[in-house]
């Protein structure tokens, strides 16, 4: 199967049905054979692109490259031993169709050009300096490390107080965050502020049935720690109404429709009037009547209940005196839409006071909480070699919104925007994903990204006659690419992982879950995974 | 003839310098943006019967050696041949503007027809109504509501989708039916216009 610029599985090419070219008769196709490729002929090396980190940002931008060009090669470097990112860690167990992108993510990595070079954490094993030499092009794709904080008193304690970021972590198996060990036993109630999809992932495994549970991926640890969970009440606390909430009506109807888990309904108040409902663009109006509506579960019947609790800021953690170790609950200041524009999803909020003049306060209790006000991502260390000032307070790597590395302080060439202004952009070095955008968006959209990078990138590469290296001027750079950066690994002791050691993991795992009746059981330590390999 | 044809035509697959070697492995798997033909009529398909078989069997035996990824043999992109006389004809215009009239067997998804056809479209979640890549726009109104009427959970992915419009479906959950004879779907373009406001601080 021919796609247009893309990637043909083995299965497709064995169906295809051939097709006349036009303007193209027999003759001329011995005589222009059309897979000639300019490139290759005039220096005889392929073009060679570092993609920094394996999640779908990556992966995706991987694939539009080797398809827009039959002279790249790409290497993959990533931080764990195994590929996929937030695909394997960051996608809940019970949504396996999600994680269905990493099909096409494997059939990528089929590809001769293709490369992954797994378990090297660029910028600390190995600097970022030592790569620039052997490629001709950077692109970053390395997602979002830390998660925002809230900056309340408490929120820096050890027990009871989690980001939702390493809890998603826990369950899913990653290796950063095995040891979390959340305290699930100690009361009944929990917080969770912040109302996006992850704050709706951590309140749907803690209010699943541990037995649907059971036959997904979900970390073995995980499963027997939520067997234990006293957690009955599960309280989604945001800042602002449920205009300005972030989450997405798939995850809202899900969580209605847990089986034996009743809502609270949402007090009318906090819904903008009627004509305003229905004078809404079609996605905001559909999640507004839905959050209207609520859930069909009798609350008599359910076992487990959970509320979205708006207009609430985070301002304090509060401990039981007579249990020093034991969170008693969580201080809440009220807010208020700003009266001038309540209706607007960008609609700002307003301390509410009292008629005495004090705050307006709540205290929710709670006996574990749970901070899940987005993702941030974090400098690479040694991005500054390459001439990359971080955006610290956006937490991007300033670009031009096309993937192109912009600098903000007038270094590398400057680049005339539709609107006639001009930008400076980093030549061979690129962005994806969420360090491109910011952590928002789903699977789609990271993808509609990485696309548009990797389209930029062959533009560029395209458009560049004299040398096939957007890094380097004519004649420099080695053009070794991993070949090139493998010596420098090995003399510092590392030990990177193939895309045929992940495949040994993955039976590995596949193995072990088979045993216990899911998909997989994943290995929840680094040791444990190059253990299989050797 | 058409043997001699045939020969012809895998020479020219036969690497033909040193460094064309390296990547002739990748060549059946990656294939060019130039490769590209719009829309296969049927007056051709009789002649290339042949054609057709040929190359399937070359390409199914170089499949054959290199598909050691058994995971990655998802159900994408593979569709039922039409019977004689019971094609339905549906029409897909790309994100350029270029239309493709194909003849399909009744029971198969737009997204599966797409995949099967070289045409751009995602599906990132295999057809499961988990994404919304493989959105399309139904061009007719009056064929929009001559179909079912989409499922709760697929409106909820459409409201993800970039360029939702009234008529939009997700093309996964579309199976063509003989009430769609004469069916035609946009593919919605994804490229972003951007803003000088993009460029400012946020």
Redesign the interface.
Same mark, same amino acid.
């Given at each position: 199967? =021919?796609?247009?610029?893309?990637?043909?599985? @083995?299965?497709?090419? @064995?169906?295809?049905?051939? =097709? #006349?070219?036009?303007h193209e008769s027999?003759v001329s196709?011995?005589i222009f #054979?059309? %897979?000639f490729?300019s490139y290759? @002929?005039q220096t005889?090396? #392929?073009v060679r692109v570092a993609i920094v980190g394996s999640g779908p940002a990556g992966f995706y931008a991987a694939y539009r490259l080797?398809?827009?060009r039959? !002279?790249a090669v790409v290497d993959m470097y990533e931080k764990l031993p195994v590929p996929f990112g937030l695909a394997r860690y960051g996608v809940a167990p019970d949504?396996p169709? /999600?994680k269905?992108?990493e !099909?096409?993510f494997?059939?990528v @990595?089929?590809?001769? %050009?293709f490369n992954f070079v797994g378990n090297i954490d660029l910028g600390n094993d190995l600097p970022l300096s030592a790569l620039k030499p052997h490629y001709d092009a950077i692109l970053f794709a390395y997602g979002a490390a830390k998660d925002k904080e809230l900056g309340i008193p408490g929120e820096q304690a050890l027990k009871n107080v989690h980001s939702a970021r390493a809890f998603v972590g826990w369950y899913n198996g990653l290796p950063e965050h095995r040891d979390l060990d959340p305290d699930l036993t100690s009361g009944e109630d929990a917080v969770i502020v912040g109302q996006g999809n992850v704050a709706l992932d951590v309140a749907r495994i803690l209010l699943s049935d541990v037995d649907a549970l059971r036959k997904t991926d979900i970390a073995d640890y995980a499963l027997e720690k939520l067997a234990t969970s006293r957690i009955k009440r599960v309280r989604v606390v945001g800042r602002r109404g449920p205009l300005q909430a972030a989450f997405?009506?798939?995850e809202v109807?899900e969580m209605l429709q847990l089986p034996g888990v009743s809502f609270d309904p949402i007090p009318k108040d906090v819904f903008p009037p009627d004509d305003v409902v229905s004078a809404l663009p %079609?996605?905001q109006k =559909?999640?507004m009547q839905l959050l209207a509506k609520g859930s069909a579960n009798d609350p008599q019947q359910a076992s487990r209940s959970w509320s979205l609790d708006f207009l609430l800021a985070p301002d304090s953690l509060c401990w039981a005196p007579e249990y020093p170790y034991r969170l008693s609950h969580a201080k809440f200041s009220r807010n208020e839409l700003d009266p001038s524009d309540p209706h607007s999803p960008s609609s700002k909020v307003f301390p509410k006071y009292l008629s005495s003049g004090k705050r307006a306060q709540v205290n929710l209790p709670t006996s574990v909480f749970f901070r899940s006000v987005g993702y941030k991502s974090l400098p690479l260390p040694g991005l500054d070699d390459l001439g990359i000032d971080f !955006?610290i =307070?956006?937490g991007i790597i300033p670009n !031009?919104?096309?993937g192109r590395v912009t600098s903000l302080s007038g270094k590398g060439a400057p680049e005339e925007? #539709?609107?006639g202004?001009l930008?400076s952009t980093l030549p061979g070095l690129y962005c994806a994903g969420w360090v491109k955008r910011g952590p928002t968006g /789903?699977?789609?959209?990271t993808?509609?990204d990485a696309?548009?990078t990797a389209d930029t990138l062959a533009q560029d590469l395209a458009n560049r006659v004299d040398s096939q290296s957007l890094l380097h001027a004519p004649e420099q750079g080695s053009g070794l690419g991993w070949d090139g950066v493998k010596a420098e690994a090995e003399r510092r002791g590392l030990r990177p992982t193939s895309w045929q050691d992940w495949l040994r993991i993955?039976a590995a795992e596949k193995e072990r879950g088979q045993q216990k009746g899911k998909p997989r059981s994943k290995l929840g330590r680094v040791e444990e995974m190059l253990e299989v390999l050797d | 003839m058409v043997f001699w $044809?045939q020969v012809?035509?895998q020479?020219?697959r036969v690497p033909?310098? &040193?460094?064309?070697i390296?990547?002739t492995?990748?060549?059946?798997?990656?294939?060019?943006? $130039?490769?590209?033909?719009?829309g296969?009529t049927t007056q051709?398909r009789s002649t290339?019967a042949v054609?057709?078989s040929l190359?399937?069997s070359w390409?199914?035996y170089?499949? &054959?050696r $290199?598909?050691?990824?058994v995971?990655?043999?998802?159900a994408?992109?593979?569709i039922t041949p039409p019977k004689p006389g019971e094609e339905i004809n549906i029409t897909f215009i790309?994100k350029d503007g270029n239309k493709v009239d194909l003849q399909v067997a009744e029971g198969d998804n737009l997204l599966d027809i797409a995949?099967?056809n070289?045409?751009?479209m995602?599906g990132?979640?295999?057809g499961?109504?988990?994404?919304?890549?493989c959105h399309v726009i139904v061009e007719d109104p009056d064929m929009f509501d001559r179909m079912e009427e989409p499922s709760?959970?697929e409106?909820?992915?459409l409201?993800?989708?970039?360029g939702?419009t009234e008529t939009s479906r997700l093309g996964c959950q579309v199976l063509m039916t003989k009430d769609l004879d004469g069916l035609v779907v946009r593919l919605p373009s994804?490229? $972003?216009n951007?803003?000088?406001s993009?460029?400012e601080?946020?």
């Open positions: 199967m =021919r796609l247009n610029g893309a990637f043909v599985c @083995a299965q497709c090419t @064995a169906r295809t049905a051939y =097709r #006349p070219l036009r027999f196709r011995f #054979p059309r %897979r490729n290759v @002929a005889g090396r #392929p080797l398809g827009k039959e !002279d949504h169709e /999600v269905n992108c !099909d096409k494997t059939e @990595a089929t590809s001769s %050009r997405t009506i798939k109807r %079609r996605a =559909r999640l !955006d =307070r956006r !031009d919104g096309f925007l #539709p609107d202004s930008i /789903v699977i789609a959209s993808m509609t696309f548009t993955d | $044809r012809g035509q020479l020219c033909k310098t &040193a460094s064309d390296g990547l492995q990748s060549r059946r798997y990656m294939t060019f943006s $130039r490769t590209r033909t719009i296969t051709l290339l054609h057709r190359q399937s390409q199914g170089s499949a &054959a $290199r598909s050691f990824s995971t990655a043999q998802a994408h992109g593979h790309d995949q099967a070289d045409l751009e995602e990132a979640c295999g499961s109504c988990a994404c919304s890549t709760d959970d409106n909820d992915m409201d993800l989708a970039f939702l994804m490229t $972003r951007l803003q000088a993009d460029f601080a946020k």
